[in-house]
């Protein structure tokens, strides 16, 4: 018995091929991907380029003049204060009585501000999110970015400010928040919803 010794391996030899349906799955799956991005890009950036086939969620809101992403301030508003800069909201004289609102105007025309008294700034809770706030007619942002304590907007100075917010196609709304050391609460809350 005689038993022939095996041939040894050679390192010329081929690794075992792939099955050949393997490439076929990848393929399909680089293609199904590659549809739906396609499929997500129109649908987001422009319903139009489908020809009306994607429809919007939501229906185009009125522009005004904002390039950027939501939620990023429009044209001339900052979050940044620099020290002494014209940008700055100048605190007004306090405001002394301690009513809680003022209603002004007749007939059809009624407007109505709210006081509120802080020692040291402000959050907002606003629907629309994206409603612009300006204090003392300066435009400081979108109500979204004061919307948590982690995001307070802080008054530079103790004094009065008209806070004005509004939206597009809302009805605006303002308010008097007075900064004193004597205020009861540390941070003024506004919760408001922007009526049509």
């Known amino acids: 018995m005689t038993e022939e010794p095996h041939p040894p391996a050679s390192s010329d030899a081929e690794p075992p091929s792939m099955p050949r349906w393997v490439p076929t799955v990848i393929g399909m799956v ?3 991907m590659a549809a739906l991005a396609v499929y997500t ?8 380029l ?23 301030p429009e044209p001339g508003a ?5 020290g002494d800069a014209d940008n700055t909201p100048a605190a007004r004289a306090t405001v002394t ?11 059809h025309v009624i407007s109505s ?10 959050i907002t809770n606003v629907v629309p999110p994206d409603a612009m706030v300006a ?9 979204n970015q004061f919307a948590t304590m982690n995001e307070v907007y802080d008054f530079p100075a103790p004094g009065s400010y008209t806070i004005h ?6 009805k605006d709304q303002q308010f008097v928040v007075t900064v004193a050391e004597n205020a009861k609460d540390e941070i003024a809350r506004l919760d408001v919803k922007l009526s049509r």
Do not use: C
Request: glycine letters at 14%.
């Open 165 to 170: 917010i509004s939206a597009p196609g809302y």
């Open 97 to 107: 009585d301690r009513a809680r609102a003022e209603v002004t105007g007749t007939g």
């Open 78 to 82: 900052s979050l940044q204060f620099p």
């Open 41 to 48: 890009g129109l649908r987001v950036r422009s319903p139009t």
């Open 135 to 143: 204090v003392n007619d300066l435009v400081i942002g979108q109500a």
């Open 113 to 122: 501000t709210v006081r509120i008294w802080a020692r040291r700034g402000m």
């Open 50 to 72: 489908a020809n009306g086939v994607i429809k919007s969620r939501h229906p185009p809101r009125d522009m005004t003049g904002g390039a950027g992403p939501p939620g990023e």
């Open 30 to 32: 680089l293609v199904a």
